[in-house]
Structure formats: C-alpha cells, structure tokens
T-cell receptor, first 109, second 116 residues
C-alpha cells in the first residue's frame, strides 16, 4: 500500500538552529512528494514539492530532495526563525493524497 | 483571491443533531476533498469528488455524506452527530487527481466541530 511516515514531534529548536524533519514513504509506483505547513489556526499550505527522483524542492529556505533509493523526502532548513513555528506534514500523491501525522516545530528566541 | 472557503469556522452540536459543512472554491478546480484532522493521526480522507457529478469514499466515510453541488461547491453532512466526530474538518481542492504538479491541494482554514 501507500503510506507516509514522518518523525515524531514535538521538536523545539533555538532560533538559527539547523532543522531536519525525517520523512519516508511507501508507494506502489512513482509518487509525487510534498511538504505542507500548517500555522496555528489555519489550513495547510504547500511548502514545497518534488515530482520525480533526485528532484529538489525548495521554498522560504526549506529544502527536500526526493531520494528514491532510500524512499525518503527529509525536510531541512539551515537556520530556523521563530516564524517557522508550525506543524509540518509530509505527503505523497499517487492518484490520492496520503499525509503523514505531522511534526510540530517550535522555535524559541 | 479567496481560494477555498469553509463555513462555519466553529460549531458545537449535541449528540444526534445534524449539520452541513459548506465548502466553496474559486479556482475552477476539478477535484475537491474533505479531511478530518485528529491529534496524532494527521489528516484522514473522508470523501472526495474527482469531478463535478462524482463522489467517492475515502479512508473514514462512515457517518458522513457529501454532495458536489456544482463545480465550485462540495458539502459534508453529518446526519446524526456522535462525540467521535469531534474533530477539525478541512476542505481542499486540486486541479486534477493525477500525480504531479496538477495535484497540488489547496486547503480551507478548517471547521472546528465539537459534539457533546
């Protein structure tokens, strides 16, 4: 079947720290991969995407690389800000969307 | 540029009451979705509509019904609410259901529902 597994949270970091949120997937076929972000009280917003192996998605300083050999799509940012505090969801689509359970990130000044 | 609009934003129901959650999108998207979000469980698909006139069950359809009223609107109905349906409900839309760039989903701000 198709599924997404992402690292458990919550994650608390100091401002300017390096961020990694792990995401691995299982898929029958060749999915597209996404990271969505949910700020408090809001719906999910697309953060970045990658549609084929070795693609790198990037946006707002966040990056993730589609690794077919390890079935992974880890989210990274070199220097987090307080405004990055949110819940991050990894997702894949292959005729239907499958979301991970979300990882809560809190960045403290 | 409204995107996906959900109403109401908050609702409290008593067990057994019924209600309809409304969703409308102004992006001329073909596909629309209803999810529920529960702590520790991420988003789970309730129903979706791949195109106007069609609806299909998702992962957790029991206790819900949907109507794709037209291309813009997709409503979710709880006929007899139960405490287990306390959740945050999100509507989403996408241009298509195929893999790739056209399957980016755009979400509404959510409806927070409590069933007492």
């Amino acid at each position: 079947g198709n599924s997404v597994t992402q690292m458990e949270g919550p994650v608390t970091l100091s401002e300017e720290a390096f961020l990694t949120i792990n995401c691995t997937y299982t898929a029958t076929g060749y999915p597209s991969l996404f990271w969505y972000v949910q700020y408090p009280g809001e719906g999910l917003q697309l953060l970045l995407k990658a549609t084929k192996a070795d693609d790198k998605g990037s946006n707002k300083g966040f990056e993730a690389t589609y690794r077919k050999e390890t079935t992974s799509f880890h989210l990274e940012k070199g220097s987090v800000q307080v405004s990055d505090s949110a819940v991050y969801f990894c997702a894949l689509t292959i005729n239907q969307f499958y979301f991970g359970t979300g990882t809560s990130l809190t960045v403290i000044p | 540029n409204a995107g996906v609009t959900q109403t109401p934003k908050f609702q409290v129901l008593k067990t057994g009451q019924s209600m309809t959650l409304q969703c409308a999108q102004d992006m001329n998207h073909n596909s629309m979705y209803w999810y529920r979000q529960d702590p520790g469980m991420g988003l789970r698909l309730i129903y979706y509509s791949a195109s106007e006139g069609t609806t299909d069950k998702g992962e957790v359809p029991n206790g819900y019904n949907v109507s794709r009223l037209n291309k813009r609107e997709f409503s979710l109905r709880l006929e007899s609410a139960a405490p287990s349906q306390t959740s945050v409900y999100f509507c989403a839309s996408s241009e298509g259901r195929l893999s790739g760039a056209k399957n980016i989903q755009y979400f509404g701000a959510g409806t927070r529902l409590s069933v007492l």
